[in-house]
């Protein structure tokens, strides 16, 4: 991947993310879907200790970058849920989820997330996997894609569309996917009706509701004495189920060994979706342990 596919990916609620999980010198942290770096580099910069930094993502490409922006951390190919299970003995002062895609997926064709371009029917985030969006296209069931559709991409349609990707199955490219949703759709009034349903085979193939649901099981538990969690979500359904375990653990109760530092969720300004509006949906939600 080229230099600037790299550059030009944008950390969403960067500002937020360092005023909410407020890093501090020598702090150790643990950034779960570490992408390219932008958060992580923000983050380092404030703790100085680059050697205390475990940075994790699933993407080769991601790690290879990672490798070379931030060389004195430690930097793992694996998915959060995988780290997590397998690394039990160390706790963090800060650890930061971003259960997104980043842009360098979006902008090269060839990862098949994109339906404003022509590329294979892939969405795979780990290329080494072998679920595609391809194989879910042409070999699951009417239901089964309905059901994937309406689930993870809060698709009204979703019935419609499926019913049209068998009708005309097999598919092979993502401007093909979008041709027929576009059909189905008719005069909705929106830029990109297509969006919904690929979101949704992009948080199925890569089973992303699973893997926040493992983040949240261990994740504060893994925090050191007033360490924060910061999880950054932009569907509604990886919101519920954040809110819902944190308001879990924050309950103002005498023994709470929790406290919520955002009530609400934080959302991005007006001023960052006009330079980045791929923001417009994440929301960010912040735990810290007393």
Known sequence: MSDSKINNHIPV????????????????????????????????????????????????????????KLPKSKIVQANAAEYLTDSLDVAYDIILADIGVSSPHIDVASRGFSFMTEGPLDMRMDQSQQLTAETVVNAFSEVELAD?????GDEKFSRRIAHEIIKNRPLYKTTE?????????????????????????????????????????????????????????????????????????GQNTY?????????????????????????RSAKLRVLQRK
Request: one cysteine or more.
């Open 13 to 68: 609620l960067l500002n937020e993310v360092v005023e909410y999980l407020k890093p501090k010198a020598g702090e150790r942290y643990l950034d779960l879907t570490a992408g390219y770096g932008g958060h992580a580099s923000a983050i380092i910069a404030r703790t100085a200790a680059p050697d205390q930094a475990t940075l994790v993502d699933r993407d080769m490409n991601a790690v290879q970058a990672l490798n070379q």
């Open 148 to 152: 994937i559709l309406y689930t993870y």
């Open 255 to 279: 023994d709470s060994q929790y406290r919520l530092l955002t009530k609400k969720p934080i959302s991005p300004s007006n001023i960052e979706i006009v330079s980045n509006p791929r923001a």
């Open 177 to 249: 996917l979008a041709g027929i949703i576009r059909g189905c759709l008719g005069t909705r009034k929106s830029a990109h009706p297509e969006a919904r349903s690929f979101q949704a085979l992009r948080v199925f193939v890569n089973d992303e509701i699973r893997q926040l649901e493992v983040i949240l099981a261990q994740a504060p538990f893994r925090l050191n004495p007033g360490g924060r969690l910061g999880i950054i979500s932009f569907h509604s359904l990886e919101d519920r189920l954040i809110k819902q375990k944190f308001s879990e653990l």
